[in-house]
Protein backbone atom coordinates (compact mmCIF):
# COMPACT_ATOMS: atom_id res chain seq x y z
CA UNK A 1 0.00 0.00 0.00
CA UNK A 2 2.79 2.06 0.92
CA UNK A 3 4.91 1.93 -2.22
CA UNK A 4 1.36 2.27 -4.48
CA UNK A 5 0.85 5.90 -2.69
CA UNK A 6 4.60 6.85 -3.14
CA UNK A 7 4.31 6.03 -6.82
CA UNK A 8 0.98 7.84 -6.85
CA UNK A 9 2.40 10.96 -5.30
CA UNK A 10 5.56 11.02 -7.98
CA UNK A 11 3.35 10.74 -11.09
CA UNK A 12 1.22 13.96 -9.37
CA UNK A 13 4.66 15.78 -9.29
CA UNK A 14 6.08 14.91 -12.22
CA UNK A 15 2.83 16.00 -13.80
CA UNK A 16 3.10 19.27 -11.99
CA UNK A 17 7.07 18.94 -13.37
CA UNK A 18 6.63 18.42 -16.64
CA UNK A 19 3.52 20.55 -16.95
CA UNK A 20 3.30 22.67 -20.62
CA UNK A 21 6.37 20.74 -21.96
CA UNK A 22 6.14 17.96 -25.18
CA UNK A 23 5.65 15.11 -24.59
CA UNK A 24 8.43 12.83 -25.22
CA UNK A 25 7.93 10.04 -27.32
CA UNK A 26 9.57 7.52 -25.97
CA UNK A 27 12.62 7.56 -23.36
CA UNK A 28 15.73 9.43 -24.68
CA UNK A 29 18.84 7.33 -26.12
CA UNK A 30 21.02 6.14 -22.67
CA UNK A 31 24.01 9.26 -22.15
CA UNK A 32 26.71 6.23 -22.13
CA UNK A 33 25.16 6.33 -26.24
CA UNK A 34 25.71 9.83 -26.90
CA UNK A 35 29.65 9.76 -25.30
CA UNK A 36 29.82 6.77 -27.57
CA UNK A 37 28.90 8.32 -30.63
CA UNK A 38 31.13 11.81 -29.71
CA UNK A 39 34.35 9.97 -29.21
CA UNK A 40 33.51 8.27 -32.21
CA UNK A 41 33.09 11.53 -34.07
CA UNK A 42 36.30 12.58 -32.55
CA UNK A 43 38.57 9.60 -33.15
CA UNK A 44 37.72 9.31 -36.82
CA UNK A 45 38.99 12.60 -37.62
CA UNK A 46 35.67 13.97 -38.58
CA UNK A 47 35.66 16.43 -36.10
CA UNK A 48 38.90 17.85 -36.95
CA UNK A 49 37.63 17.94 -40.71
CA UNK A 50 34.43 19.59 -39.67
CA UNK A 51 36.65 22.38 -37.80
CA UNK A 52 39.12 22.45 -40.67
CA UNK A 53 36.10 23.30 -43.29
CA UNK A 54 34.77 26.27 -41.88
CA UNK A 55 37.85 27.54 -41.11
CA UNK A 56 39.07 27.30 -44.66
CA UNK A 57 35.83 28.63 -45.58
CA UNK A 58 36.46 31.65 -43.22
CA UNK A 59 40.09 32.43 -44.73
CA UNK A 60 39.49 32.43 -48.08
CA UNK A 61 36.72 35.21 -47.27
CA UNK A 62 38.63 37.00 -44.74
CA UNK A 63 41.83 37.35 -47.34
CA UNK A 64 39.45 38.28 -49.96
CA UNK A 65 37.32 41.18 -47.67
CA UNK A 66 40.39 42.58 -46.41
CA UNK A 67 42.11 43.51 -49.94
CA UNK A 68 38.60 45.09 -50.54
CA UNK A 69 38.56 47.05 -47.31
CA UNK A 70 41.76 48.28 -47.23
CA UNK A 71 41.51 49.66 -50.45
CA UNK A 72 38.67 51.43 -49.87
CA UNK A 73 40.90 52.63 -46.56
CA UNK A 74 38.17 50.97 -44.04
CA UNK A 75 38.91 50.45 -40.62
CA UNK A 76 38.64 46.41 -40.39
CA UNK A 77 38.44 44.29 -37.69
CA UNK A 78 38.18 40.14 -36.93
CA UNK A 79 36.61 38.70 -33.85
CA UNK A 80 37.41 35.59 -32.38
CA UNK A 81 35.79 33.43 -29.79
CA UNK A 82 38.55 31.35 -27.41
CA UNK A 83 37.55 28.51 -26.07
CA UNK A 84 36.48 25.21 -29.01
CA UNK A 85 37.25 28.25 -31.44
CA UNK A 86 41.51 29.35 -31.45
CA UNK A 87 42.24 26.79 -28.37
CA UNK A 88 40.97 23.47 -27.96
CA UNK A 89 40.02 22.43 -24.56
CA UNK A 90 39.12 18.60 -25.98
CA UNK A 91 42.42 16.73 -23.67
CA UNK A 92 40.35 18.37 -20.40
CA UNK A 93 36.86 17.39 -22.21
CA UNK A 94 37.85 14.08 -22.92
CA UNK A 95 39.62 13.48 -19.53
CA UNK A 96 36.63 14.27 -17.14
CA UNK A 97 34.37 12.27 -19.57
CA UNK A 98 32.27 15.17 -21.01
CA UNK A 99 31.09 16.72 -17.78
CA UNK A 100 31.84 20.02 -16.39
CA UNK A 101 33.16 20.35 -13.08
CA UNK A 102 33.43 24.23 -12.04
CA UNK A 103 36.79 23.49 -9.74
CA UNK A 104 38.37 21.41 -12.16
CA UNK A 105 37.92 23.75 -14.90
CA UNK A 106 39.24 26.61 -13.55
CA UNK A 107 42.24 24.68 -12.68
CA UNK A 108 42.45 23.52 -16.36
CA UNK A 109 42.80 27.15 -17.18
CA UNK A 110 44.83 28.70 -14.73
CA UNK A 111 47.41 25.98 -15.76
CA UNK A 112 47.11 27.38 -19.17
CA UNK A 113 47.78 23.97 -21.29
CA UNK A 114 45.19 24.32 -23.98
CA UNK A 115 46.53 23.83 -27.64
CA UNK A 116 45.78 26.24 -30.69
CA UNK A 117 43.12 24.73 -33.11
CA UNK A 118 45.53 25.05 -35.81
CA UNK A 119 42.90 26.08 -38.80
CA UNK A 120 41.50 28.72 -36.91
CA UNK A 121 45.04 30.39 -36.17
CA UNK A 122 45.77 30.40 -39.99
CA UNK A 123 42.75 33.11 -40.27
CA UNK A 124 44.29 34.91 -37.50
CA UNK A 125 47.48 34.70 -38.85
CA UNK A 126 45.95 36.16 -42.34
CA UNK A 127 44.22 39.05 -40.55
CA UNK A 128 47.73 39.61 -38.06
CA UNK A 129 49.87 39.79 -41.48
CA UNK A 130 47.38 42.27 -42.78
CA UNK A 131 47.34 43.90 -39.64
CA UNK A 132 43.89 44.47 -39.26
CA UNK A 133 42.60 45.11 -35.84
CA UNK A 134 41.93 41.73 -34.11
CA UNK A 135 39.62 41.03 -31.02
CA UNK A 136 39.40 38.30 -29.20
CA UNK A 137 35.25 38.10 -27.22
CA UNK A 138 35.46 35.25 -24.38
CA UNK A 139 33.40 33.64 -21.65
CA UNK A 140 35.77 33.48 -19.74
CA UNK A 141 36.00 35.56 -16.87
CA UNK A 142 38.38 38.81 -15.89
CA UNK A 143 39.84 36.61 -13.22
CA UNK A 144 40.88 34.11 -16.24
CA UNK A 145 43.00 36.92 -17.98
CA UNK A 146 46.51 36.11 -16.64
CA UNK A 147 46.18 32.27 -17.95
CA UNK A 148 44.38 32.97 -20.68
CA UNK A 149 46.96 35.44 -22.48
CA UNK A 150 49.92 33.40 -21.21
CA UNK A 151 48.20 30.35 -23.49
CA UNK A 152 47.22 32.27 -25.98
CA UNK A 153 51.02 33.83 -26.51
CA UNK A 154 52.50 30.52 -25.95
CA UNK A 155 50.48 28.82 -28.44
CA UNK A 156 50.81 31.97 -31.23
CA UNK A 157 48.67 34.00 -30.80
CA UNK A 158 50.83 36.97 -29.70
CA UNK A 159 48.66 39.83 -31.22
CA UNK A 160 45.52 40.80 -30.49
CA UNK A 161 44.13 44.54 -29.74
CA UNK A 162 41.93 43.60 -27.14
CA UNK A 163 40.61 40.73 -25.15
CA UNK A 164 37.06 41.25 -23.77
CA UNK A 165 36.19 38.73 -20.57
CA UNK A 166 32.73 38.48 -19.42
CA UNK A 167 31.79 40.60 -16.33
CA UNK A 168 31.57 39.18 -13.15
CA UNK A 169 29.78 41.33 -11.82
CA UNK A 170 26.53 41.15 -13.61
CA UNK A 171 24.97 37.44 -13.12
CA UNK A 172 22.02 38.41 -15.29
CA UNK A 173 23.97 39.20 -18.42
CA UNK A 174 23.91 36.04 -20.82
CA UNK A 175 27.16 35.37 -23.18
CA UNK A 176 25.10 36.17 -26.16
CA UNK A 177 24.43 39.71 -24.81
CA UNK A 178 27.72 40.44 -23.34
CA UNK A 179 28.95 39.22 -26.76
CA UNK A 180 26.49 41.34 -29.00
CA UNK A 181 27.10 44.40 -26.97
CA UNK A 182 30.78 44.27 -27.40
CA UNK A 183 30.67 44.11 -31.06
CA UNK A 184 28.13 47.01 -31.21
CA UNK A 185 30.55 49.14 -29.24
CA UNK A 186 33.32 48.06 -31.69
CA UNK A 187 31.27 49.56 -34.57
CA UNK A 188 30.43 52.23 -32.84
CA UNK A 189 33.98 53.41 -32.72
CA UNK A 190 33.66 52.78 -36.52
CA UNK A 191 35.48 49.30 -36.98
CA UNK A 192 33.96 47.33 -39.73
CA UNK A 193 34.13 43.51 -38.41
CA UNK A 194 34.07 41.46 -41.73
CA UNK A 195 34.10 38.58 -39.57
CA UNK A 196 33.36 36.51 -36.27
CA UNK A 197 34.21 33.01 -35.27
CA UNK A 198 32.99 30.95 -32.81
CA UNK A 199 31.94 27.59 -31.81
CA UNK A 200 28.51 28.85 -29.76
CA UNK A 201 25.29 30.46 -31.37
CA UNK A 202 25.91 32.57 -28.52
CA UNK A 203 29.16 33.79 -29.74
CA UNK A 204 27.48 34.62 -33.27
CA UNK A 205 23.87 36.23 -32.85
CA UNK A 206 22.93 39.30 -32.70
CA UNK A 207 24.91 41.31 -35.96
CA UNK A 208 27.20 44.03 -36.26
CA UNK A 209 29.24 41.38 -37.63
CA UNK A 210 29.32 40.80 -41.96
CA UNK A 211 30.18 37.06 -41.74
CA UNK A 212 29.63 34.52 -39.11
CA UNK A 213 31.47 31.19 -39.31
CA UNK A 214 30.14 28.59 -36.35
CA UNK A 215 32.98 25.63 -35.98
CA UNK A 216 31.45 22.47 -34.69
CA UNK A 217 31.00 21.86 -30.76
CA UNK A 218 28.99 18.93 -29.84
CA UNK A 219 30.16 18.55 -26.51
CA UNK A 220 28.85 21.67 -24.42
CA UNK A 221 26.23 24.67 -24.83
CA UNK A 222 26.69 28.41 -23.54
CA UNK A 223 23.76 30.26 -23.69
Given at each position: MFKRTLWAVLAVGLAFTFAGRPALASEPANLSYHKQDLRVYVDSGEYAQSVASVALSANKYVAKRIARGQAKGEKLAIVFDIDETTLSNLAHILENDYGYVPKVWDGWVAEGRAPAIVPVQ????????????????????????????????????????????????????????????????????????????????????????????????PFYLVK
Open positions: IVYDTAVRAKIDVFFITGRREADRRATEKNLREVGYDTWTKIFYKPETDIMLTTAGFKTEVRRKLTKEGYVIIANLGDQDSDLTGGYAERVFKLPN
